[in-house]
């Protein structure tokens, strides 16, 4: 396939893109992906992660289409002075805060950069314990529901205190 | 004659040793990004800042804490020259990204050079352990010992929900870039390999060409490595990535023994034809060399070429790039010239394992 750039070296980068459900499909060089200066998977500097990220984060939800809630244009970190207007135009965050400061718009981008929202894996030791108590709450909680439904009242009841004894010290730390 | 322990050889010291299934896992790493709480990311950080978090973190490694790991070296980007900093890249040992564009970046290298610790990279710290042959556990469980000794002296930045908190959120979360090295020249001569690298990114994995640009993988090597760090223990990511990797090398294996099997004499033709090439060509492009070097890599390893050193592919891949053929020369070279000076090279390292007895 030739470029359809230039028209005469072979295209190299082939790819779709969709704005607003409209597909549009390139078949380019490397040396014209290069010169339109545009951020494409695969051409040496132009491209980065965060380039491809900010595709994802630069779309308004429709729930917030009523003027409920500060809008994208206004929405800004505290603490680093990061808009979300330039986190979604860099695809990273300025700070930790960033992290409080935006949370209801993550869910999507991080859905679908990771297919998921909560973190699962290792904790600080610092403020590990807390946390482990918290989770071992939770499956607790659900194991009591379950051992509800097949009717071993006997079992479900030492659950409850065992929870109910970890509930308490998880309000006094 | 160097001034830095990492300069002087091409192939750290880690990789001398052969790990499990070393012919074809070159080698496995595990990254790890963490943040100080408190403190701007890198990107936004003032001087003062990144400047408060180097001495921070370097402190740990010069107070002797990581004592229990090993013998550390502590750099400051800023007091490397460029070619010492290209050399780090050319070896892996730090991204382009620290030597050119960070701010009070610094390093924190094992002697072995198994353990890099990077700071104000896109993060404030990265821990990367690496080990050869296929141990991607025993990189991780290397990098969280380092970490638990960094989290002792540094409140790290941690959100009950959202895990590590990264500069990127492609990292937030576990803050793991687990990768495994892979040398694939059978499944790329029969042509199997696009179908298997496209079913690899099915599963959350990702796949890169290494030192190759966009998806071209010079040398047969490739990369992989996971794309979920949120919503996922490190465990299962691990799990994932081995047992895909387990899947590879198995194929692999498969289409080598095939390729003995049904065509035996053209690949013993064209290995020892790539050898008889580096042996004694007088220009030799980085592109070529890669692909020889991977030929006879696959020779050595299917016993059909003799005393040369298996190793040879991750030295040369290494000892050609540009940043170390100047080292090693001790000169400025135009493209052209560097083409003369790899094969000069590769001829010398050949030859010289090769004296008594040949191929």
């Not at chain 1, 009717?151 to 659950?159: C, N, R, T, V």
């Not at chain 2, 074809?24 to 003032?46: C, G, W």
């Amino acid at each position: 396939m030739i470029c359809q750039e230039c028209g005469k070296r072979p295209a190299t980068l082939h790819f779709t893109k969709i704005v607003n459900g409209e597909k549009t499909e390139y078949h380019i060089c490397e040396s014209c992906a290069r010169e339109k200066g545009e951020s494409i998977p695969g051409v040496g500097s132009g491209f980065s992660i965060h380039s491809l990220l900010s595709g994802l984060l630069d779309f308004e939800p429709a729930s917030s289409g009523s003027g409920i809630g500060p809008s994208l244009q206004t929405l800004r970190c505290d603490e680093c002075g990061l808009t979300y207007a330039q986190f979604s135009k860099i695809g990273r965050f300025g700070c930790s805060e960033c992290y409080r400061k935006f949370s209801e718009r993550l869910d999507p981008l991080l859905k679908r950069v990771h297919g998921n929202t909560v973190h699962v894996g290792k904790i600080p030791k610092r403020s590990g314990s807390r946390i482990q108590t918290k989770r071992e709450i939770e499956r607790l909680r659900r194991e009591l529901q379950s051992r509800i439904e097949r009717e071993e009242f006997e079992y479900a009841a030492k659950l409850r205190d065992k929870i109910r004894d970890l509930e308490r010290r998880f309000a006094e730390s | 004659m160097a001034r830095h322990r990492f300069a002087r050889e091409a192939l750290s010291e880690w990789m001398k040793v052969d790990g499990p299934d070393a012919d074809i896992v070159i080698s496995s790493r595990v990254r790890i990004a963490r943040n100080i709480r408190h403190y701007p990311f890198p990107m936004l950080a003032t001087n003062q800042h990144s400047r408060e978090v180097m001495e921070k973190l370097l402190a740990v490694a010069k107070s002797g804490k990581l004592k229990e790991i090993g013998g550390f070296d502590t750099f400051v980007l800023s007091d490397l020259n460029e070619l010492e900093r290209r050399i780090l890249v050319e070896k892996h040992l730090i991204s382009p990204n620290l030597a050119n564009e960070s701010r009070n970046g610094a390093l924190i290298l094992g002697h072995n050079e198994a353990v890099s610790i990077m700071i104000n990279e896109e993060d404030h710290l990265r821990i990367q352990c690496l080990y050869s042959g296929f141990q991607i556990r025993e990189a991780w469980e290397l990098a969280s010992r380092i970490d638990d000794i960094f989290e002792a002296e540094v409140e790290y930045a941690f959100d009950e929900k959202r895990g590590y908190l990264t500069s990127c959120p492609t990292n937030v979360g576990t803050g793991i870039r687990a990768s495994v090295m892979m040398h694939l020249p059978a499944l790329v001569l029969t042509q199997q390999i696009n179908r298997i690298l496209s079913a690899i990114t099915q599963v959350g994995l990702t796949v890169r060409g290494l030192y190759g640009e966009g998806s071209e993988a010079l040398g047969n090597l490739f990369q992989i490595s996971n794309q979920i760090t949120l919503g996922q223990s490190e465990n299962e990511i691990l799990d994932n990535l081995y047992s895909v990797a387990r899947q590879i090398i198995e194929h692999e294996k498969a289409a080598r023994e095939r390729l003995m099997a049904e065509s035996r004499m053209q690949v013993e033709d064209r290995v020892r034809r790539s050898y008889g090439i580096l042996a004694n060509a007088a220009i030799m492009e980085s592109k070529e060399a890669a692909q020889r070097l991977s030929d006879v890599r696959l020779g050595i390893d299917l016993g059909l070429i003799r005393n040369v050193r298996p190793q040879i592919l991750n030295e040369m891949m290494v000892m050609t790039q540009p940043g170390y053929l100047q080292y090693l020369f001790d000169e400025k070279m135009s493209p052209d010239q560097r083409d003369i000076r790899r094969a000069e090279l590769i001829r010398k390292q050949l030859g010289s394992k090769t004296e008594h007895g040949g191929v």
